[in-house]
Nanobody, 121 residues
Framework: QVQLVESGGGLVQAGGSLRLSCAAS????????VAWFRQVAGQERAFVAG???????LYADSVKGRFTIARDNGKNTVYLQMNGLKPEDTAVYYC???????????????WGQGTQVTVSS
C-alpha cells in the first residue's frame, strides 16, 4: 500500500507561484507514475500533470509552460511547481499514483486527501 499526503497549498495572487508536495509512505514510489489532479466544487476531477520514473511527463494543455512536475526519489516525494498562476487554477489539488511507468490521465490506484489552492485576481 502507498499513502500519499499533499501539502503546499494556499492563497496566492494571480501571477504568483506555489510548489505543491506529495509525500509518499508505505513503499518507495521510485517505479510508480505519479500525477496531479484538481477539482473544483461541482465539477469532475481533472488531470493536471503526470510523470514516470523514466522521465516521461504529460501535462494538461491549460498548464503547459506554467506547471512542472518533478520528483525527489531520495525523499519519496513528488512536486508540482506552479508558476504564472491564474484565478482559474483555483481548485483542490490531489496527487495520485499507479504502480507502473505509464503516464496516463486515468486509472490511478492511490490518492491523497488534497490541498486547496486559491488564486486571487
Amino acid at each position: 500500500q502507498v499513502q500519499l499526503v499533499e501539502s503546499g497549498g494556499g492563497l496566492v495572487q494571480a501571477g504568483g507561484s506555489l510548489r505543491l508536495s506529495c509525500a509518499a509512505s508505505g513503499r518507495s514510489i521510485f517505479s510508480y507514475t505519479v500525477a496531479w489532479f484538481r477539482q473544483v466544487a461541482g465539477q469532475e476531477r481533472a488531470f493536471v500533470a503526470g510523470g514516470s520514473w523514466s522521465g516521461s511527463t504529460l501535462y494538461a494543455d491549460s498548464v503547459k509552460g506554467r506547471f512542472t512536475i518533478a520528483r525527489d526519489n531520495g525523499k519519496n516525494t513528488v512536486y508540482l511547481q506552479m508558476n504564472g498562476l491564474k484565478p482559474e487554477d483555483t481548485a483542490v489539488y490531489y496527487c495520485a499514483a499507479r504502480a507502473d511507468m505509464v503516464v496516463t490521465t486515468t486509472r490511478y490506484n492511490y490518492w491523497g486527501q488534497g490541498t486547496q489552492v486559491t488564486v486571487s485576481s
